[in-house]
């Protein structure tokens, strides 16, 4: 029903900036939110970032301050800015989008991204 194709990911210092972003694509419904989750090693998949298409935004208590989510609504393109970047933040990122079917709603991952932050 849709594709989304992530970049972005890499390896940087800690203190150091990334930019991620998630292209959705072959779509036949609205995409509605798109966001951002992470998994470390070991760890749950937490919410990152979301953000809906008016714009309210909602982080993860842990990068509040340091990362921002931001979406062209135009390319149904969802962008995650991470500045101040630490090692605890090294994990693979997911691209989600919810899409309003006539039905209800569907919800969609993306394959991830790794963000690796050491020195």
């Known amino acids: 029903q849709v594709q989304l194709v992530e970049s972005g990911g890499g390896w940087v210092q800690p203190g150091g900036s990334l930019r991620l972003s998630c292209a959705a694509s072959?779509?036949?419904?609205?995409?509605?939110?798109m966001g951002w989750h992470r998994q470390g090693a070991g760890n749950q998949r937490e919410l990152v970032a979301r953000?809906?298409?008016?714009?309210?935004?909602t982080y993860g208590d842990s990068v509040k301050g340091r990362f921002t989510i931001s979406r062209d609504n135009a390319n149904k393109t969802v962008y995650l800015q991470m500045n101040s970047l630490k090692p605890e933040d090294t994990a693979v990122y997911f691209c989600?989008?919810?899409?309003?079917?006539?039905?209800?709603?569907?919800?969609?991952w993306g394959q991830g991204t790794q963000v690796t932050v050491s020195s």
């Open positions: 989600n989008v919810d899409l309003k079917t006539p039905t209800g709603w569907d919800y969609h």
């Open positions: 072959r779509s036949r419904f609205t995409v509605h939110a």
């Open positions: 953000i809906t298409p008016d714009g309210s935004t």
